[in-house]
Nanobody
Framework: QVQLVESGGGLVQPGGSLRLSCGAS????????MAWYRQAPGKQRELVAA???????DYADSVKDRFTISRDNAKNTVYLQMNSLKPDDTAVYYC????????????????WGQGTQVTVSS
């Protein structure tokens, strides 16, 4: 089973920046879409940004022009560069990988990371 491990979270002041990383390990033939979700206390988990294997991206309206998702397919790693952070960005950020295949004929599945806390506060 593929494991996803996030890193890079922490405490930052409003207006600051953080870069999250998420690496996938295990037997991997291919991964389709990788994405970041977040969940704030008392709120539902929401999509922040997603990127396909071909590099197409999608963002939540609330983070457009502030966050950038990128991916290193050779390392099976996805990144989230977060700039101009706001207190409303405070949440646990989760990495997910969809369409994971361990061989060309295996059935694809989805994996989630354990999450990393991002706190934006002065």
């Amino acid at each position: 089973q593929v494991q996803l491990v996030e890193s890079g979270g922490g405490l930052v002041q409003p207006g600051g920046s953080l870069r999250l990383s998420c690496g996938a390990s295990g037997t991997i033939y291919s991964i389709n879409t990788m994405a970041w979700y977040r969940q704030a206390p008392g709120k539902q988990r929401e999509l922040v940004a997603a990127i396909t294997g071909g590099g197409s991206t999608d963002y939540a309206d609330s983070v457009k022009d502030r966050f950038t998702i990128s991916r290193d397919n050779a390392k099976n790693t996805v990144y989230l560069q977060m700039n101009s952070l706001k207190p409303d960005d405070t949440a646990v950020y989760y990495c997910t990988a969809a369409g994971i295949k361990t061989s060309w004929r295996s059935k694809p599945y989805v994996a989630w990371g354990q999450g990393t806390q991002v706190t934006v506060s002065s």
